[in-house]
């Protein structure tokens, strides 16, 4: 196992999944993107894992390559992900279709894109319910009503007859929920599924994903690049930065304490509801790495408030922190968020005038009074 470590307790009677070293790498002109740089995690049945990082951070690319869903010649998949026993990595395009929609399943980031325009939405979810289960079109019709039920779709019947562009972002996002569900798959992607939407139906459209995974007992990977969406959504987080996990955690553990100086950044660019209008909200400093030539040594260097030499040189392994700490919480940082050596880099990276440091030592108005999300708040 190589940057990133497997959860200790993997269990194989729980363990649905269970990813070692997965990389993917694409070949273009201008180079090989490693886009996914060694990931490994184990998600429970029924339990819920939040991936969460910046645009280019991997989390697609990492989902899509356990769903097999990279399809080309330049691609290149390395490492496993075992699925309830298989190693989904080698199995063959059409075994592999078996398990699409019958034991996982994806809600992709946008419902536009994801629905046939031309196709009646009844016909949509019909025959994916067909194809799959082999049912009648009467029973298929049954089962869609119901299912539209179930995502709170009112008037189901009329909804089914109508074409994509006629309803809702929220009520296609729903369709897709309610297609996505139907083979009642064991283990469920959703990816940035609220990111098209505006907050008031993000909101809705996550309880009703966190309601479907907690009735159907399912497990879910929940993609986000905002951390305030898995707090109180998850029971794990994983946070990627430039393809690889830099901070692994039981999510109330990580809220309680960030120990990643880029996980500390993504909780501090969080827009907060009391921000006066003039208030300053925190970006990172900095750009994403080009992943066709990363940084040497931690790729959040060039960014990171805390850098020291040794950072632009070695990289950190992902490791647990001492003893007192949660055994299940990793990260991949020489000088962490809380210790002292930490205090004592960021204190001297703000001396010397080290522009992401100074950024971070601003005084930054009310943005610090107003609440952050603590990991624990269950939303029902
Ligand atoms: N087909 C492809 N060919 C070349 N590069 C790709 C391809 N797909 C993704 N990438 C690159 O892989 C990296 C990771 O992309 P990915 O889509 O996984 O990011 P992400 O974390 O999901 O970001 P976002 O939050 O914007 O969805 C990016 O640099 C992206 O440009
Ligand atoms: S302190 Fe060093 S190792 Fe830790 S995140 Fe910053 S650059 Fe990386
Ligand atoms: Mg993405």
């Given at each position: 196992m190589t940057d990133s470590m497997q959860t200790d307790s993997v269990d194989p009677g729980r363990t649905l999944l269970a990813v070692d070293d997965l990389r993917t790498t694409f070949s273009i002109p201008a180079g090989d993107v490693k886009a996914v740089r060694g990931v490994s995690f184990s998600l429970d049945r029924g339990r819920t894992l939040g991936i969460v990082g910046e645009s280019g951070s991997g989390k697609t690319v990492l989902a899509r390559s356990i769903m097999r869903l990279n399809i080309g010649s330049n691609v290149t998949t390395t490492g496993t992900a075992t699925f309830a026993g298989r190693d989904v990595l080698s199995?063959?395009?059409?075994?592999?279709?078996e398990q699409w929609g019958m034991e996982m399943a994806m809600v992709f980031q946008d419902p536009v894109t994801s629905l046939n325009p031309?196709?009646?939405?009844?016909?949509?979810?019909?025959?994916?319910?067909?194809?799959?289960?082999?049912?009648?079109?009467?029973?298929?019709?049954?089962?869609?009503?119901?299912?539209?039920?179930?995502?709170?779709?009112?008037?189901p019947e009329a909804r089914l007859k109508a074409f994509p562009h006629e309803l809702s972002g929220g009520m296609r996002q729903r369709i897709c929920i309610a297609i996505a569900l139907a083979c009642e798959?064991?283990?469920?992607?959703?990816?940035?599924p609220t990111t098209a939407l505006d907050v008031t139906v993000q909101?809705?459209?996550?309880?009703?994903?966190?309601?479907?995974?907690?009735?159907?007992d399912m497990?879910?990977?929940?993609?986000?690049?905002?951390?305030?969406?898995?707090?109180?959504?998850?029971?794990?987080?994983?946070?990627?930065?430039?393809g690889k996990v830099v901070e692994q955690s039981p999510t109330t553990?990580?809220?309680?304490?960030?120990?990643?100086?880029?996980?500390?950044?993504?909780?501090?660019?969080?827009?907060r509801t009391s921000h006066a209008s003039h208030t300053r909200l925190a970006a990172i400093t900095g750009r994403p790495p080009d992943l066709i030539d990363p940084p040497s040594g931690c790729a959040f260097s060039p960014r990171c408030p805390y850098v020291q030499?040794?950072?632009?040189?070695?990289?950190?392994?992902?490791?647990?922190?001492?003893?007192?700490?949660?055994?299940?919480?990793?990260?991949?940082?020489?000088?962490?968020?809380?210790?002292?050596e930490g205090a004592e880099a960021f204190a001297r990276n703000v001396s010397d005038g080290l522009p992401q440091a100074v950024a971070v030592d601003l005084p930054t108005g009310d943005q610090m009074s107003a609440p952050l999300p603590t990991g624990n708040e269950r939303i029902v």
């Open positions: 199995l063959s395009m059409s075994e592999m279709q031309l196709v009646r939405v009844g016909r949509q979810v019909t025959e994916h319910l067909r194809s799959h289960l082999g049912v009648s079109r009467a029973e298929a019709h049954k089962t869609a009503v119901s299912l539209l039920n179930e995502v709170r779709i009112p008037e798959p064991t283990l469920l992607f959703a990816d940035e909101h809705q459209i996550l309880n009703l994903l966190g309601r479907e995974q907690r009735d159907r497990a879910m990977v929940l993609v986000t690049h905002d951390l305030g969406v898995v707090a109180g959504r998850t029971d794990d987080t994983l946070v990627m930065y430039a553990s990580l809220f309680a304490s960030m120990r990643h100086p880029y996980s500390e950044a993504l909780l501090r660019s969080l827009p030499d040794r950072c632009r040189d070695e990289v950190p392994p992902l490791t647990t922190g001492g003893s007192g700490d949660d055994p299940d919480h990793a990260f991949a940082c020489f000088t962490p968020v809380g210790s002292p």
